[in-house]
């Protein structure tokens, strides 16, 4: 938590409350900080910035001083479409998504998705791991997220709709990199033109056991380039912010 | 697991024996696998390729028809130091890191280190750690781990010596961002040249809360730059993929 974010109606005049137990844990115990401390917090929806500790309350902190003038850092133009993973696993994966300022998300049935992750209660939970991703990434602009519990309709019926630019999958299986793939694009394009603006502005991202080639094939019809990102097998959360790496750095 | 490593010692002949409870179930729930089924192999050290199932004990699996000819894939030319990190994101560290084929880790002091942490018994478990990300990335050469409890003479008096090119330290707080670094190092080379050869062969990388300035300063005085990854602040786990995707990709 590098931040503490507060909704708008936390906020009153020049003070504001934090009521949630776990920023009340994090402000006590990890910062250990007291009356008359200064805090980094922010607005959701709305500007970063600091405050003063008031008054500390087991189930309430009252701050002061409240200076909300930083704006949230850019987000990247990027949807990331991920095949449902464990529940296990989608904390961190949807944590890490929201704090690397991914913009959209869509989570999407896969033939190697097992039908129960979507009758996980963990569903019921993304706001919260939104919330941890944003005060760990230090911005206040929440992800768009949907859930698309089938595959071809949306593929075929949807897809093209979205697709800005470019679309990429990550497969470990095809013959053209990444990074070939990204020379490819820039060879067409004026030199001195940054790779960034050349990166495609959505990526399909497999989960354990990854996509099979009727989804390869099926995404292809709609333009979408399957690329390899090396010959080692990485974990999805390993390979989500390996991959999502390219539009950060 | 995506492929499952056995020692020298487990082979002979044309023949070879899975004693390790872990692989064992990963055989059985996993895959599913029977007798006459294939199962990808590699021997540690060694080649990678696959052998055929010949018979199924509860604590042994034998194989046969063993065919090793596939090299490992080429290790990353890159040392990671890392700040040691809490215990418990400890195993995915190094898994990630092994997965990735970085050659060394370095596990070292910082001052946001807690003691404690090097009395964890999940240092104990380190060649477990590799051995999974190994099974992972489908490689079976373990990366050198070293620890090293003391920031200051590392630094002082043996990184000088371990420093093959050039060495950076990532650094939320640094002006220099890490695509202006490498652009920086770009500009002095001949055009064409392909970025992945002038990435810097070792990279410090900090644990929670990340590197104190005194730590920073005597890093820049063996000449370790700087370098920021953007203005979101990722966890550990997360920054070690996203840094290190720039030497994959």
């Known amino acids: 938590m590098n931040?503490?974010?507060?909704?708008?109606?936390?906020?009153?005049?020049?003070?504001?409350?934090?009521?949630?137990?776990?920023?009340?844990?994090h402000v006590n115990k990890v910062l250990s900080a007291k009356v008359g401390d200064s805090l980094k917090i922010g607005q959701l929806d709305g500007k970063l910035g600091s405050a003063i500790i008031e008054d500390i309350?087991?189930?309430?902190?009252?701050?002061?001083d409240i200076q909300l003038t930083i704006n949230p850092p850019p987000?990247?133009?990027?949807?990331?479409?991920?095949?449902?993973?464990?529940?296990?696993?989608?904390?961190?994966?949807?944590?890490d998504m929201t704090a690397l300022g991914v913009n959209d998300i869509i989570l999407i049935n896969s033939y190697r998705t097992q039908k129960s992750y979507w009758q996980?209660?963990?569903?019921?939970?993304?706001?919260?791991?939104?919330?941890?991703?944003?005060?760990?990434?230090?911005?206040?602009?929440a992800p768009r997220i949907s859930l698309q519990k089938r595959f071809?309709?949306?593929?075929?019926?949807?897809?093209?709709s979205l697709i800005t630019n470019r679309a990429i999958v990550a497969h470990p299986y095809s013959a053209l990199s990444f990074s070939q793939y990204v020379q490819q694009l820039g060879s067409n394009e004026p030199p001195h033109r940054s790779v960034g603006s050349l990166l495609p502005s959505?990526?399909?991202?497999?989960?354990?056991?990854?996509?099979?080639?009727?989804?390869?094939?099926?995404?292809?019809?709609?333009g979408c380039a399957a690329?390899?990102?090396?010959?080692?097998?990485?974990?999805?959360?390993?390979?989500?912010n390996v991959i999502l790496g390219q539009w950060l750095l």
């Not at 931040?3 to 844990?25: G, K, N």
């Not at 071809?152 to 093209?160: G, S």
């Not at 959505?202 to 709609?222: N, P, S």
């Not at 690329?227 to 989500?240: H, K, Q, S, Y």
């Open 227 to 240: 690329v390899n990102i090396g010959p080692r097998i990485l974990r999805t959360e390993a390979a989500v």
């Open 75 to 95: 987000k990247l133009n990027l949807t990331v479409v991920l095949a449902l993973p464990r529940p296990k696993v989608l904390r961190r994966l949807i944590m």
């Open 202 to 222: 959505m990526v399909f991202i497999g989960a354990e056991g990854g996509w099979i080639d009727y989804e390869i094939d099926l995404l292809a019809t709609q």
């Open 57 to 64: 309350a087991p189930d309430r902190i009252q701050l002061g």
């Open 3 to 25: 931040c503490i974010l507060l909704p708008e109606t936390s906020f009153q005049h020049d003070t504001a409350h934090i009521y949630d137990l776990a920023q009340i844990a």
């Open 120 to 141: 996980s209660p963990m569903l019921g939970r993304l706001d919260e791991f939104v919330l941890e991703g944003l005060q760990q990434g230090v911005d206040t602009i």
């Open 152 to 160: 071809k309709p949306f593929v075929e019926d949807e897809l093209a």
